[in-house]
């Protein structure tokens, strides 16, 4: 073990080869599935690699995956894993079996520590590679030899070497040489329980569960057959020799053991008088290299043919996804360029953590473009998805493209402009269809994927119309409803789509809240939305079927069915505004001084609610002013934001006694400059700000000074009460002592044991109860006292 070198792994390595060995014991055949996707990976690196570099395919002709499992003479088993891929430098087997190049692995890491559901869906979501090894594995040893290259001209055959429990690995030159030809070989040298993996049988099923339909390079397993044959047959003949199969020709089938030849026998037949002597018959074990997957790859099969199971095997073998899948659409097509093609599109049933995360920024990465069967990129450049729809799992096969395309002439190519519009019609339709056949799934998909409709409407013009039937939202009268059924449901006049948006709400608090009070009074639906993207959502679709949307907490509000004319309801609004106006002018003056609103007006919308605060069309909602204080805007904006800020109305509901009883008041205060009454003044003043405040609370805003807004309150419930509104309160308290750094001394603490033992754990205590002299009192029962007490 030549220039032998000893590595330290990475330490979110070693944390999270931890948590895997420690939370997917049961799942651990997952192991294979990985190592076989990430032969599958180097060998289409090499096809790749070889468009531009004929070199690589030097070493090895055929580029193919085999498995064997070897059960050695003390019982132990190894199962080596060979592809003729790509392979690895030494410096290639340190940095990618050794480190962790995941973004935000270690914030990841640190969730699935602490992930005690014991699924390990968390982990499985990660993504676990190499790692996996390590579930089977007391040791894996990873021989390498890269593929030759303009860079690499002399490549050598390294070993990488790491036992479960190390928290290091050795890399050193593979003393048998250049052995491999080119690729990989992972040698599990596996655990004492994990004997069931030298079954033929147990890797030959988990092939074909998870791998056989994902690779379209062939997969050979070593498989052993026991023959008997006489036994003079020269000594070099029963063993076969154990040769990597050389051609991706699927090799001789394997003989059917029960297709015995049965002589008839109903003729008798006189024995013969000299009976020939049969051969004496001995044992010997043949060795044959099988080909697990040779059926064509599972997107080109006839999807009648195709079971559930094996969408979704595939699905998670391909996408190394934990979950299965929510649903897939399977189809075949013509491009209309001449291009003809396969497809198959699955929709996960989780969206990756970091979705919301970068609202902005898409990366399609799960797009795999084949071109007859063979993988050609998942990189669709500027055609990519957009961001709504990047988390879709696509598999394409095009079979009219030159296989010799290369990514960048690709990107010109016309098949892959419209690649995209191929894949998002069909997820709408696929949705469509969940949406009206399976009432189940699509609560699912709506719990996951609700959001990301209202993202598309917004960001994506050409379907918007398609996504926005998609989206729902929990009202006054339903859990969730869509703008189709809103308006199905819509009363006669209705000319608006009445909705109240409170960013972090539930609609059980927003169904409370005052704006909507007369609208759900009269039986009219109010869209509840509670989600920061609803707004959004709102005010870039702006109008559905031709019915705008409105804000139940803004001015505009129409029923349609006002039973005056436009003039006789503002005839009626002048007239209570005449009414009420002392105390209209009484109160602008207070909300202007306080900034709290530009205007007083009478509602129109208020049943039981004394007065609300209401933004103007051109204001901020609570909603949005909750939204921008809490991102940068206001600073960038400060002129915008202060004067959008100010645009808001305090309504008074004309009919609320308390209203009523305030402009009584307002009326009695004497007017002339030498009779004012000061003191009633002040009063009525404070009531007012409180009634202000209160709106603002109810309305949603913050108030402009919480503590003076509860002194307020003091001195109106003291003044209610009789109490001296100016009568201190005693603040004094007694001060602390000085300081006294020293600790106590054993002795003055409580023997901690003896307290628990005695009470068994539980607390207990005797009261004393002394009079007003302080002498105790006695003879009384224990249970009075403590009544008394408390
Ligand atoms: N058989 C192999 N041949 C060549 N390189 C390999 C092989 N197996 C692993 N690697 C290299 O090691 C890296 C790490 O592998 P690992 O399986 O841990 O993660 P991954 O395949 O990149 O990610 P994931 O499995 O989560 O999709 C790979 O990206 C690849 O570069």
Redo the contacts with the bound molecule.
């Keep these: 073990q030549d220039g032998k070198e000893k590595h330290a792994y990475q330490s979110d390595v070693a944390r999270l080869r931890k948590i895997v060995i420690n939370s997917l014991y049961s799942h651990r055949d997952v192991f294979l599935r990985?190592?076989i996707?990430?032969?599958n990976?180097?060998l289409e690196?090499l096809r790749l690699t070889s468009l531009t570099e004929p070199d690589v395919l030097t070493g090895a002709e055929q580029m193919n995956i085999t498995i064997q499992a070897t059960r050695d003479e003390d019982g132990s088993g190894r199962i080596i894993i060979t592809?003729t891929?790509?392979?690895?430098t030494a410096d290639?087997l340190t940095n990618?079996?050794g480190t962790?190049?995941?973004s935000g692995t270690s914030e990841f890491l640190s969730r699935a520590e602490s992930d005690t559901s014991g699924n390990g869906n968390l982990i499985g979501a990660?993504?676990?590679?190499?790692?996996s090894s390590f579930l089977v594995a007391d040791r894996v040893q990873?021989a390498?030899l890269a593929a030759k290259s303009s860079k690499n001209p002399d490549p050598k055959q390294y070993v990488f070497s790491s036992g479960a429990d190390e928290n290091s690995f050795d890399i050193f030159t593979d003393p048998r040489g250049n052995t491999l030809g080119r690729?990989?070989e992972?040698t599990l040298f596996l655990k004492g329980d994990a004997g069931e993996y030298l079954e033929e049988k147990t890797i030959k099923d988990l092939v074909n569960k998870h791998s056989s339909f994902s690779t379209a390079f062939p997969i050979y397993l070593l498989t052993h057959r026991v023959e008997m044959v006489p036994k003079e047959v020269p000594e070099e003949e029963p063993v076969a020799e154990e040769e990597k199969p050389e051609t991706t020709e699927t090799p001789k089938e394997d003989i059917d053991e029960d297709e015995v030849v049965v002589e008839d026998v109903t003729e008798e037949v006189e024995p013969k008088e000299e009976k020939r002597k049969e051969p004496e018959l001995v044992p010997v074990t043949r060795e044959e290299w099988v080909q697990m997957n040779s059926q064509p790859p599972l997107w080109m099969r006839d999807p009648k043919t195709v079971t559930d199971e094996e969408y979704e095997n595939f699905y998670q073998a391909t996408y190394?996804d934990f979950n299965k899948p929510l649903a897939w659409y399977h189809f075949s097509g013509d491009s209309g360029s001449g291009v003809s093609f396969r497809a198959l599109i699955y929709i996960p049933s989780q969206l990756d953590d970091s979705y919301w995360q970068n609202p902005l920024q898409s990366v399609t990465k799960d797009i795999r473009l084949m071109v007859k069967r063979v993988f050609i990129t998942s990189d669709l450049g500027e055609d990519a998805l957009p961001k709504w729809a990047n988390w879709v799992k696509v598999v394409v096969d095009a079979e009219d493209l030159p296989l010799n395309v290369s990514r960048e002439t690709l990107q010109s190519n016309a098949f892959l402009k419209q690649l995209r519009g191929i894949i998002l019609k069909r997820l709408l339709q696929l949705l469509n269809r969940i949406m009206e056949d399976d009432p189940e799934k699509w609560a699912k998909i709506q719990e996951t994927y609700g959001n990301v409709f209202k993202l598309g409407a917004v960001e994506d013009l050409k379907n918007r119309e398609k996504l926005v039937q998609l989206v729902r939202f929990a009202t006054n009268q339903r859990n969730s409803t869509s703008l189709d059924e809103y308006l199905e449901n819509k009363k006669q006049g209705q000319n608006q789509i009445f909705y109240l948006a409170d960013m972090g709400k539930s609609a059980e608090e927003l169904s409370k809240s005052v704006f909507i009070e007369k609208l759900h009074a009269r039986g009219y639906e109010v869209l509840l939305l509670g989600d920061p993207l609803d707004e959004v959502f709102i005010t870039n679709v702006r109008r559905w079927k031709k019915i705008g949307f409105q804000d139940v907490a803004k001015a505009g509000l129409k029923f349609g069915d006002e039973e005056m004319t436009a003039e006789e309801e503002k005839a009626e609004q002048e007239a209570l505004t005449e009414k009420y106006k002392p105390l209209i002018e009484w109160l602008r003056k207070e909300v202007r001084e306080k900034g709290a609103a530009r205007d007083v007006i009478i509602s129109n919308r208020l049943v039981a609610s004394s007065c609300a605060i209401v933004a103007d069309e051109h204001g901020y909602t609570a909603n949005l002013e909750k939204l921008i204080s809490s991102s940068h805007a206001q600073v960038n904006h400060k002129h915008m934001w202060d004067f959008a800020k100010k645009q808001k109305v305090l309504e008074i509901n004309p009919r609320s006694p308390l209203i009523e009883g305030l402009l009584h008041r307002i009326e009695q205060l004497p007017v002339e400059e030498e009779e004012r009454d000061i003191e009633a003044e002040d009063e009525l003043r404070e009531v007012a700000t409180v009634l202000v405040d209160g709106a603002l609370v109810r309305s949603g805003f913050a108030v402009t000074d919480s503590n003076e807004f509860f002194m307020r309150v003091d001195r109106i419930l003291r003044r209610s009460l009789g109490v001296s509104e100016t009568a201190p309160t005693d603040t004094t308290v007694k001060p602390a002592p000085p300081v006294d750094p020293e600790l106590p001394a054993d002795a003055d603490l409580p023997d901690v044991d003896e307290f628990i033992s005695s009470g068994h754990g539980k607390v207990s205590w005797e009261v004393e109860e002394i009079d007003e002299f302080g002498n105790v009192v006695k003879d009384v029962p224990v249970e009075q006292k403590r009544h008394d007490e408390l």
């Design positions: 990985e190592l996707s990430n032969a990976d180097a690196k592809d891929g790509i392979g690895m290639e990618n079996l962790l190049a995941k990660f993504g676990l590679g190499f790692y990873v390498s690729g990989t992972i190394k």
